[in-house]
Every structure is written in structure tokens, then in C-alpha cells.
């Protein structure tokens, strides 16, 4: 050390103390660097976390999530099957009152013991017994169509209903949500003029609506037809004439559900555009001078759509059942109209297969939702985080 100072060479990387021991130090270049700013705004927030962890799976919300879909689930079943036992009559005693005395007492009998229907069997019994067919898969037999299996009389209607009454959901959600934002963009426009029309087009009831359409582009103008979902002629395949004349027949019942459903989705978007159009960050966003365009979708509609995305995983987990007017008015073979004519025989185990589908796709509509949610709002990720 004595030489170092006499020659006047200092070594930054290491001291000597007084009595001759070194003193580890950090060389000069090897300084830590100094670290980054941080916004005091985030100071103790989720997004802090989320800054230097990365964001966290909410495994506590999903499995809450799922503990409540389940449960769901279990109570819906148990009433399912509960309430069509609750009703007036039976299965059986509706063929029995069919067949007109063509069958002897003993095949009755035998029918009860097929549905689970035994008397002698307790209600706790038969609970038990449709739970384990359901683990396994079984449906049970259909008694109003020629005791065929349920899941094949499912299975042969729910294609027309997904086909028909889901692309025009979707469609008519995405239409709406659509335009609902450019004429709340808009506000004090001319394009408001289209609030009060499709607001009253959205009051008219479906069944109604269907009539018109019937009335005007089937009998009077000739362009589509009035009913069925295809000509008795055609033959069902995978080729452009039986295509083109399903479109053809499922024109007018699509038509009457956008419509009838597009006022909704107009002015539930409009209405939370002009709620969202008053926040801060809009107001910056336009400060700032960016295009309009992205103010508006990524910015203003982007968070208006959020309460428009649990309506619509309502609407899709409704569409099964919401239909059996309009299949109804159009005779189209759809899942609606097979529920009411399970309704009417009072065929148990249609209609509990049928209420299971409209539970199912609650549940699963539900699901996407909040899947939704957590992709289109960061605020849910991090708070579940």
C-alpha cells in the first residue's frame, strides 16, 4: 500500500484497511446500474405484481368457477329430473291411450319397468338409476318416436337449430354490437334515427314477424319458401342442390330472428358507448391525437362490448329452447319443436335429454363468457391474480 501511494497508483477494485487487511469493493466498471424508474401510480397495485412476476394464474377463481358450474349443474339435472314426474300423467299411460287398446296390460307394465316408472320402485331409486345412465352416457329410449334412443332423436334436430337460430344469433349480435357503436359514436346524428326503428321491429313478436314475411316474400312475392328446412324432392347430401335449398328455406326464419333481435344489441351497445365516450381515457386518447377509428374500437368499443358479451352468452345458451315459435310457424324440424311434441306425449326421457342439451349449453355460453371477459378486460386478470 505504502508503494501504491508513493507512486501514486490507486487499484479501484480493492482497499487496504489501517492494520493491513484488504476491503473488498466493487470495481468501478462492474457498478450496478441504477434501476429504472418507477411510476409512483403503480406503486402497490396488481399491476405492479403483474410488472415483475408476469401475470398469475387465478387458479382461485377457476376453481371457485368451477365448484359453482358444477353445482350448477347438479341442481339443474335434479330438477330436470324431478318436474317432468311432477306433471299430470305419464309416458306410458299416453301410448297406452295411443295404441287404442292394442296392447295387453302386461306391456304396460313392461313399459313402466323400461322408463323407470315402476311403482314399486321408490322415487330415490329411480334418481339413482337415471343418474348412472347418465354417467354412462344413456339417454334412455324415446316413447313418441318409435322407441328410438334419445341421443339419435337429439342428435338428428339439434344440427337445424345450431345451423339456423345460432348463425343468426351470432350474426345478429355482431350487426347490432356494430352498429350500435358507430351510432353512439355518432350521437346527435342522423344514424339515431335508427334506434326507434329497431327498437319497435324488436317488440314485434317473433311469431308475428314470421307471419309477415311469410306473407310478403313467400305468397305474395315468391322468393322463398314458406316452411320446412328442404323439399321432400331433394335428397340430404353434401352437394350444392340440397345446400342451396336449405339456405333458400332457412332464409325467412333467419331473417325474422335478426330482426327481431337486432333492436336489443343496437341499443344495448349504443347505450354504453355514450357511457364510456364521457370517461377520462377517452377524453386523453383524443387529446393525444389518435385516429378516431382507434378511439373508437380500441379504446371506446372495446370496453362498451363487455356487458354485451354476458347478454350473448345468455342468448347462445337459450338458443335451443328460445326457438319453438318460430319452428313452430315455419314447421322446421329444429330441437324446439321436438320439445313440444315431447311435451305434449309426455315423453320423460326426450325431455329431460332435451333440458340437459339447454342446461349444457348455459353452462358452456357462461364458461366462454367469463373466458371472454379475461381476454378482452386486463383489470380481470389482474385483480384474480
Not at 415483475?52 to 368457477?65: A, E, S, Y
Not at 319497435?200 to 319458401?225: C, H, K, M, N, Q
Not at 365516450?277 to 378516431?292: N, R
Amino acid at each position: 500500500m505504502t508503494g501504491d501511494l508513493q507512486t501514486g497508483h490507486h487499484d479501484p477494485s480493492t482497499e487496504e484497511s489501517l492494520d493491513g487487511r484488504s476491503l473488498i469493493t466493487v470495481p468501478v466498471d462492474e457498478a450496478p446500474a441504477e434501476a429504472p424508474p418507477v411510476d409512483p401510480t403503480l406503486v402497490g397495485t396488481t399491476a405492479t405484481r403483474a410488472e415483475r412476476g408476469g401475470i398469475r394464474v387465478p387458479w382461485r377463481f377457476i376453481g371457485g368457477r368451477v365448484l359453482f358450474y358444477a353445482f350448477t349443474a347438479w341442481a339443474a339435472i335434479t330438477i330436470n329430473f324431478f318436474i317432468p314426474r311432477m306433471m299430470k300423467g305419464d309416458a306410458v299411460t299416453a301410448y297406452m291411450a295411443q295404441a287404442r287398446g292394442q296392447l295387453q296390460p302386461e306391456a304396460a307394465k313392461a313399459l313402466r319397468l323400461m322408463f323407470g316408472l315402476d311403482d314399486s320402485t321408490t322415487l330415490w331409486d329411480q334418481y339413482i338409476r337415471y343418474w348412472g345412465m347418465l354417467l354412462r352416457g344413456d339417454l334412455g329410449v324415446s316413447i313418441s318416436s318409435g322407441m328410438a334412443p334419445v341421443s339419435d332423436v337429439i342428435s338428428s334436430a339439434l344440427p337445424w337449430t345450431l345451423g339456423l337460430v345460432g348463425l343468426a344469433t351470432v350474426l345478429s349480435f355482431i350487426v347490432g354490437t356494430v352498429v350500435g357503436a358507430i351510432v353512439g359514436w355518432r350521437r346527435g346524428g342522423r344514424l339515431d334515427v335508427l334506434i326507434p326503428v329497431t327498437t319497435f321491429l324488436g317488440t314485434v313478436p317473433y311469431f308475428w314477424l314470421g307471419l309477415i314475411f311469410i306473407a310478403v316474400f313467400s305468397t305474395l312475392l315468391g322468393w322463398f319458401p314458406a316452411g320446412h328446412a328442404y323439399e321432400l324432392g331433394v335428397s340430404p347430401g353434401w352437394n350444392w342442390p340440397f345446400i342451396s335449398d336449405v339456405i333458400a328455406h332457412a332464409a325467412l326464419p333467419a331473417l325474422t330472428i335478426v330482426i327481431a333481435s337486432l333492436g336489443g344489441w343496437v341499443l344495448g351497445m349504443r347505450n354504453m358507448m355514450l357511457t364510456v365516450l364521457d370517461e377520462d381515457y377517452i377524453t386523453v386518447a383524443q387529446a393525444k391525437g389518435l385516429p378516431d377509428k382507434r378511439v373508437l374500437w380500441r379504446y371506446a368499443a372495446r370496453n362498451a362490448v363487455l356487458p354485451q358479451i354476458q347478454s350473448f352468452a345468455l342468448a347462445l345458451g337459450f338458443i335451443v329452447g328460445g326457438t319453438l315459435v318460430m319452428e313452430m310457424v315455419f314447421s322446421y324440424p329444429g330441437i324446439g319443436l321436438l320439445l313440444l311434441n315431447a311435451t305434449n306425449a309426455k315423453d320423460y326421457a326426450l325431455m329431460q335429454g332435451i333440458f340437459l342439451v339447454l342446461v349444457l349449453a348455459v353452462l358452456i355460453a357462461n364458461i366462454l363468457a367469463d373466458i371472454a371477459y379475461a381476454i378482452l378486460d386486463p383489470r380481470v386478470r389482474e385483480t384474480e391474480a
